[in-house]
């Protein structure tokens, strides 16, 4: 049987993700001249492409038509490949450019469950009543077992405050954390990381929890919430060891060595591309075996419950349009949301670009558990290998034999 982890790159693909890597850096460069500041600069100053790695310039473009064409050339052309997943996974990744460039081209207003869809080609159906409440019911028993009483909202606050690591140590329980998340991603993954560093900086007043900063080395997080220590670790994971920081690492050795195609050194907001980027930081913690304790246990119920909060949260907003209070009381009651935390996400769902891209949380997370799941331990390396060395989707990561 053939080994799934190494995907061929042919001279092709090579030269057409040359081609690729500048029309997305011109739509990119086109999208920042012409579109409105939001408000929110630590997103606003992302644009369309995050991260580039590479050394390519922008194609010049004064239209979306102009981008949309080619793109739409480029998608034919690269369905002459040979590779299959590669072909799958440049075909909805295009696609979804085209799809975004369309969107960001304006006219008739998209509808938010299709602009999911059509951006980031995963499931954009909510999660329904049923699967929510299974997960109260498997945190209520963890609590329970324990030692929690009460009421579960009351048994989760308990166990926040038993958990919370305070402002103050913050910083220098990050510094440790991310020592020993990288010594096991080094031991039990790849040694490639082993020369990386990442500072944790706190910062305040911005949407999210957490981010990677990967070509300064830095991992923010939020000072304005308050943290466990196993909800720390899971962001350690997520942003760097084995998560975005380690992701970043192998894809920019493959693509300076010449082994990957050069859209490897590009990170893309909202694409087919993004959920399997955020599926791997989720799962990261499970990837290095640091889901080792009652607590951790606790938290991958209770951090699941956060995701999908996300995403049913923005779909009440965006499709059902449903009010900021009702969305408030949402988070508040299923995902046991403070008023700071609900500020932020919601502030993160009304970012124009952000408000379809945290499906990608959940549904990425889903999709690289799956297939993390089936694989037997002889072949976790296997795939470890195709997950991080090669672009992929939240479909074609299935591909994997």
């Known amino acids: 049987m053939k080994n799934t982890s190494e995907i061929s790159v042919s001279t092709l693909d090579m030269k057409l993700s040359q081609e690729y890597v500048q029309v997305v850096l011109g739509m990119d460069q086109y999208y920042r001249e012409t579109k409105k500041k939001t408000g929110e600069a630590a997103l606003d100053k992302e644009g369309l ?27 034919s052309k690269y369905l002459r490949v040979e590779n299959e997943v590669r072909v799958n996974y440049m075909q909805q990744q295009i696609g979804s450019l085209i799809f975004l460039a369309k969107w960001c081209k304006g006219g008739a207003e998209q509808p938010f469950r299709e602009l999911v869809r059509g951006v980031l080609y995963v499931n954009e159906n909510p999660l329904g009543r049923n699967e929510r ?15 929690f009483t009460g009421s579960l909202f009351n048994k989760v606050s308990k166990w926040e ?14 510094e440790d954390l991310l020592a020993k998340a990288k010594d096991q991603v080094v031991s039990k993954m790849f040694k490639a990381v082993e020369d990386v560093q990442v500072t944790p900086k706190v910062v305040y007043g911005v949407p999210y929890s957490a981010y990677c900063d990967y070509v300064n080395q830095s991992m923010y997080i939020n000072g304005d919430l308050p943290y ?24 920019e050795l493959m693509t300076n060595s010449g082994q990957s195609p050069l859209d490897a050194g590009l990170v893309i907001t909202n694409t087919a591309s993004s959920s399997v980027f955020e ?6 913690a499970l990837f290095i075996d640091w889901v080792d304790s009652i607590d951790d246990e606790i938290y991958f119920i209770y951090q699941r419950i956060r995701s999908i909060s996300g995403l049913n949260a923005a779909h009440m907003l965006h499709a059902e ?29 009304n970012h124009p670009l952000r408000a379809p891209f945290i ?24 795939f470890y290998n195709y997950l991080y060395q090669n672009m992929h989707s939240a479909d074609t990561i299935k591909q994997f034999i």
């Open 161 to 174: 405050e038993e958990q919370h690591v305070p402002a103050r140590e913050m910083s220098g329980v990050l």
């Open 228 to 251: 466990t220590l196993p909800a720390l670790k899971h962001l350690v994971t997520h942003e760097s060891f084995p998560g975005h920081t380690t992701h970043m690492k192998i894809r």
């Open 133 to 147: 409440e299974a997960l109260h019911v498997k945190l209520d028993h963890l609590l329970t077992k324990k030692g």
């Open 359 to 382: 499906y990608g949380y959940w549904r990425g997370n889903e999709a690289v558990n799956q297939v993390f799941n089936r694989v037997s331990s002889d072949r976790k390396q296997a």
């Open 279 to 284: 599926g791997i930081g989720d799962n990261g």
């Open 49 to 75: 492409v995050p991260i580039n790695l590479t050394d390519e310039l922008p194609r010049k473009y004064a239209s979306w038509n102009e981008v949309i064409e080619e793109l739409m050339i480029l998608r």
């Open 321 to 349: 349009k449903k009010s900021e209070e009702e969305v408030r009381e949402f988070l508040k009651t299923f995902a046991f949301g403070n008023d700071n935390w609900i500020d932020s996400r919601l502030r993160f769902f």
